[in-house]
């Protein structure tokens, strides 16, 4: 299995005057499961996709070594596979057996060789659609697990996954960390994530890394993470479980800027639509709109805004 290795590595973005990281060394040994945490903007998913091999040239330009078995990630494509924040990006073909065989069928794979690591690839994850199902109609969960599935058909030593469950309602977060779970222990494989749902993948990481703008900032296993520690990574914008968020003063007194009655969202065009809402919003208040995948918060959203016409309603 494969080991990787940075050694005072950084990356110079050619468009941007500042460095996106500087001087990271780690070396991580196969079969450890590392959650890739530091403050937004710090350059994980550029971390993520130098690994992966897919930072180009005229991109920018790299300092120090970054190395996977002791070659540069370019000379090691197929070793690592990465699986990207928006599933939508990575869904290439109408069938999904295509689909997850499209890599294979890159890296030259026997065509009957191919299809058996399809149906083992679509088990793993647990992702039970017959091979001709159409990618299109699949749920934001199950293009996840489609991507994922893509990913293990050519068998990577090293699995990569920047931000998986950004875009999934809780329930499919949890299912995708099932699937990753399953993946891991069947397979042996490295497993590198960035994700902000910390909570989530705490009890899964075996090694947290902390990136900072000068390097990591704190490596070690979750449980060895000190309060004090973990206060001063909180202050510099590092997300960690457990924190305390603050609770949002109630404005009781403070005037009603929106008002929706009985209103059913949707887009336009489409004969779906949210249940009637019913909600006053003061001056001063957070809102939090939270919901299954599909259940029409996008929707409601930008009706509330004005974006799109209520389907019903005021």
């Given at each position: 299995?494969?080991?990787?290795?940075?050694?005072?590595?950084?990356?110079?973005?050619?468009?941007?005057?500042?460095?996106?990281?500087?001087?990271?060394?780690?070396?991580?040994?196969?079969?450890?499961?590392?959650?890739?945490?530091?403050?937004?903007?710090?350059?994980?998913?550029?971390?993520?996709?130098?690994?992966?091999?897919?930072?180009?040239?005229?991109?920018?330009?790299?300092?120090?070594?970054?190395?996977?078995n002791g070659a540069a990630p370019e000379q090691?494509?197929?070793?690592?596979?990465?699986?990207?924040?928006?599933?939508?990006?990575?869904?290439?073909?109408?069938?999904?057996?295509?689909?997850?065989?499209?890599?294979?069928?890159?890296?030259?794979?026997?065509?009957?060789?191919?299809?058996?690591?399809?149906?083992?690839?679509?088990?793993?994850?647990?992702?039970?659609?017959?091979?001709?199902?159409?990618?299109?109609?699949?749920?934001?969960?199950?293009?996840?697990?489609?991507?994922?599935?893509?990913?293990?058909?050519?068998?990577?030593?090293?699995?990569?996954?920047?931000?998986?469950?950004?875009?999934?309602?809780?329930?499919?977060?949890?299912?995708?960390?099932?699937?990753?779970?399953t993946v891991a222990k069947a397979t042996g494989?490295?497993?590198?994530?960035?994700?902000?749902?910390?909570?989530?993948?705490?009890?899964?990481?075996?090694?947290?890394?902390?990136?900072?703008?000068?390097?990591?900032?704190?490596?070690?296993?979750?449980?060895?993470?000190?309060?004090?520690?973990?206060?001063?990574?909180?202050?510099?914008?590092?997300?960690?479980?457990?924190?305390?968020?603050?609770?949002?003063?109630?404005?009781?007194?403070?005037?009603?800027?929106?008002?929706?009655?009985?209103?059913?969202?949707?887009?336009?065009?489409?004969?779906?639509?949210?249940?009637?809402?019913?909600?006053?919003?003061?001056?001063?208040?957070?809102?939090?709109?939270?919901?299954?995948?599909?259940?029409?918060?996008?929707?409601?959203?930008?009706?509330?805004?004005?974006?799109?016409?209520?389907?019903?309603?005021?």
């Amino acid at each position: 299995m494969a080991t990787l290795s940075a050694q005072g590595w950084g990356w110079q973005f050619a468009a941007r005057p500042a460095p996106a990281l500087t001087n990271i060394s780690c070396e991580v040994n196969a079969g450890e499961r590392v959650l890739l945490l530091g403050a937004s903007g710090v350059g994980k998913s550029t971390l993520l996709r130098a690994l992966a091999g897919v930072l180009g040239e005229d991109e920018g330009t790299q300092s120090g070594s970054l190395h996977i078995n002791g070659a540069a990630p370019e000379q090691s494509r197929g070793t690592v596979g990465l699986v990207l924040q928006d599933p939508e990006n990575q869904v290439i073909l109408e069938r999904v057996g295509d689909d997850v065989a499209f890599g294979c069928e890159n890296l030259g794979f026997p065509r009957e060789e191919i299809w058996e690591r399809v149906d083992e690839a679509l088990g793993l994850v647990g992702l039970h659609v017959p091979l001709s199902h159409s990618t299109s109609t699949l749920s934001g969960g199950q293009k996840q697990r489609l991507a994922l599935a893509g990913v293990l058909a050519m068998k990577p030593e090293i699995i990569a996954l920047d931000e998986p469950t950004a875009n999934l309602d809780p329930a499919g977060a949890r299912a995708l960390k099932e699937a990753v779970t399953t993946v891991a222990k069947a397979t042996g494989a490295t497993i590198v994530m960035v994700e902000h749902r910390v909570d989530l993948w705490w009890d899964f990481a075996t090694r947290i890394i902390v990136l900072g703008a000068e390097g990591v900032l704190w490596d070690g296993a979750p449980l060895s993470l000190l309060p004090e520690t973990a206060s001063v990574l909180e202050a510099s914008g590092v997300w960690l479980p457990h924190t305390q968020i603050p609770r949002a003063p109630k404005h009781t007194g403070s005037p009603v800027l929106l008002t929706a009655q009985n209103l059913c969202a949707g887009y336009p065009g489409s004969t779906q639509s949210t249940q009637p809402v019913n909600v006053n919003i003061r001056a001063g208040e957070i809102l939090a709109i939270t919901g299954a995948n599909g259940a029409g918060k996008t929707a409601l959203a930008l009706t509330l805004g004005g974006l799109i016409p209520a389907q019903s309603g005021a």
